[in-house]
């Protein structure tokens, strides 16, 4: 009775009761082209492959492809993925809501196209991945204690885990992986550029 109620409430709250005909119709346009710009943008950002542990998701991001190729081509290509080292791991809650909280920074940097020539670490995504150095690493760090607050970073001195390339204009190209298809095929024979320029 009470969920019937509150049903009903529901539906005629979505008539938009008091307002003219003409408003009506436009709000109930309004919504549905945002609605639909949701889905566009849902499908061009390949939004749901976020959701997976895949490390081609990464280079949904063209400015990725660089870090992608070095831990593609490093000794944490052949037993990680890029989540297990750049997500937490206590609990599957935080692990999505810091995917959510980071993937809406990088997408509003990369969006108002102000990504830095040389990528560093956001001041939340330190202590994530020192944390899953030492979870990984255990073994090597028995004499470092988690709480003490004054230890070095892991890349302090292990700096090429991602390559020597520290500028995303210094990069070269043959390292490049090719980028993953997101979105609409604009180019359905599947030509590269350099094709097309032939």
């Known amino acids: 009775m009470l969920i019937r109620k509150g049903w009903n409430l529901i539906c005629h709250l979505l008539t938009l009761p008091g307002l003219p ?3 009506q ?3 109930y346009c309004l919504v549905g082209a945002a609605a639909g710009m949701a889905v566009v943008l849902i499908r061009i950002s390949n939004a749901t492959s976020y959701l997976s542990d895949s490390a081609e998701t990464c280079m949904n991001c063209h400015v990725m492809t660089d870090a992608y190729a070095s831990w593609q081509r490093g000794s944490h290509g052949r037993v990680t993925t890029c989540n297990d080292c750049h ?4 609990s599957a ?4 809501a810091f995917k959510a ?3 809406t920074r990088h997408s509003a940097i990369f969006t108002l196209r102000k990504e830095p020539q040389v990528l560093t670490l956001s001041h939340g995504a330190k202590p994530v991945i020192q944390q899953n150095c030492l979870r990984c690493h255990q073994g090597q760090f028995e004499m470092i204690r988690l709480s003490d607050s004054t230890q070095q970073k892991c ?3 292990h700096t090429n ?3 020597s390339v520290q500028s995303l204009s210094a990069s070269p190209a043959v390292l490049r992986p090719e980028l993953p298809k997101a979105g609409l095929e604009f180019n359905p024979k599947g030509d590269t550029d350099h ?3 032939k």
Do not use: A, Q, T
């Not at 809650?93 to 999505?96: E, F």
């Open 21 to 23: 005909r003409f408003w």
């Open 25 to 27: 119709v436009s709000i």
């Open 87 to 90: 997500v937490p791991h206590d």
């Open 93 to 96: 809650l935080s692990k999505y």
């Open 101 to 103: 909280m980071d993937g």
């Open 155 to 157: 890349w302090s001195c």
């Open 161 to 163: 885990i991602h390559g």
């Open 195 to 197: 094709e097309r320029d």
